[in-house]
């Protein structure tokens, strides 16, 4: 799974600087404005790492799989498209409804 512990913590820290932010602007008395923006400037910082995090996590994970598929086809060829299924989001097995007759 991607959502771990880094991802946690990125995300943790960008949620206090954006309630950072919206304290700041509420509280805004008037000559704030160089807080305001240092704080945007660090939700804007914090906001493009934890895409870059969850993106490189994404993308490990579906390396991780690719290369189980990979492995699992010269092993085992049924584990192989099996995988296959579930990576294309077809899990469920194929239903065949045949008439045989009248009833």
Do not use: C, H, Y
């Amino acid at each position: 799974m991607w959502w771990d512990d880094e991802v946690r913590v990125e995300v943790e820290s960008k949620k206090k600087a954006w309630l950072d932010l919206l304290a700041t602007e509420t509280g805004n008395s008037g000559g704030m404005n160089d807080e305001i923006e240092r704080k945007k400037a660090e939700f804007r910082r914090l906001n493009k790492r934890v895409k870059e995090v969850v993106e490189r996590k994404k993308k490990e994970r579906t390396d991780k799989n690719d290369r189980r598929i990979s492995d699992n086809f010269q092993a085992n060829i049924k584990m192989f498209w099996k995988l296959v299924r579930t990576a294309r989001g077809n899990t469920k097995q194929p239903i065949i409804n045949a008439i045989r007759d009248e009833n």
